[in-house]
């Protein structure tokens, strides 16, 4: 599965020479190639900006050409779909669809239901058409540029040039006091919503860092804080807001100290670990 844009990474677009590449090894091995699209229109808005021979295309013949190397997806239809809740998964195999959509009436209900009201289903409907809209994707990547500027300005770490869906602070660079082991991603993520009510979720040591066999941690390179933008939510006051809370930070940040994680569940342990500052 290919994630478009690289919700782990800074938010970067994937590139359709890089779409296409992927798909043709998987399909040499004989593997199904899925696309996680939640965040689709995006990707397809940065490829017209950013990527040769795309720039007089439409946003909705970049997904097309995008979805035509993929043997299905996955979409969480909050992001892109821009509704408040439901997704969905779709396969050109008829077998393989034969065989879900059973599992599906089987523990859920028919296809049709989606887990969902009928109106939220047309809701996504229209979201998936409204999502591709160019005056609204150039909104909404202005967004994350704008906040990645103001940080920059401000002289606060983070991922240049910004993703399509948040802007990611170098929570390293920030803190280099605190050592990876003591979560400097999960320390910034608390002061931000203690100094100014922002909330941020970190992609660090507390999502991606690995026991090996031996028991000991490997920490990944990056500690991120994502600052993800709802869509269609937030004005510029609203993100001048979150700048100015860096700015508060930046002048005590030697104070901030790091975490003890005190409970962690054996999988996906960043949805719900528990912690206490040393
Ligand atoms: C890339 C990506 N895929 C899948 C998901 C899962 O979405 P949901 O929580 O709607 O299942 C998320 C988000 O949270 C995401 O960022």
């Known amino acids: 599965m290919l994630t478009i844009t690289n919700n782990a990474g800074g938010g970067q677009p994937v590139s359709m020479a890089s779409i296409r590449a992927t798909a043709e090894v998987y399909h040499e091995f004989g593997i199904p190639f899925f696309i996680d699209a939640c965040r689709y229109a995006e990707n397809s808005y940065f490829i017209k900006l ?14 097309q050409e995008t979805f035509s190397y993929a043997d299905g997806c996955t979409m969480s239809a909050k992001k892109d779909a821009l509704v408040n809740i439901g997704g969905f998964l779709c396969l050109n195999d008829d077998a393989l669809f034969q065989f879900a959509r059973q599992e599906l009436i089987l523990r859920e209900g028919f296809p049709t239901y989606g887990g969902l009201a009928g109106r939220d289903l047309e809701a996504i409907a229209r979201g998936l058409w409204e999502g591709l809209d160019e005056d609204y994707l150039a909104y909404r990547l202005g967004q994350t540029a704008y906040l990645a500027g103001r940080l920059a300005e401000a002289g606060i ?5 910004a993703g399509g869906h948040a802007v990611y602070a170098d929570a390293r660079a920030f803190l280099p006091h605190i050592p990876q082991p003591q979560f400097p ?26 026991q090996e066999k031996d028991g000991r941690w490997r920490y990944p390179e990056l500690e991120l ?26 002048e005590r940040k030697d ?16 949805f719900t670990a528990e912690f206490e500052p040393l």
């Open 50 to 63: 950013r990527e040769e021979g795309y720039g007089t295309k439409t946003t909705l013949e970049i997904a």
């Open 185 to 210: 991603g999960w320390a910034l993520s608390v002061e931000m919503y203690v100094e100014g009510g922002v909330r941020a979720v970190e992609l660090g040591s507390v999502a991606f860092a690995t």
């Open 255 to 270: 104070s901030i100290g790091g975490y003890r994680m005190t409970y962690q569940p054996p999988f996906l342990r960043h």
């Open 157 to 161: 770490p983070c991922v240049q040039p």
């Open 225 to 250: 804080l994502r600052m993800a933008i709802p869509r269609r939510v937030y004005t510029q006051t609203h993100l001048d807001r979150v700048a100015e809370t860096f700015g508060t930070l930046r």
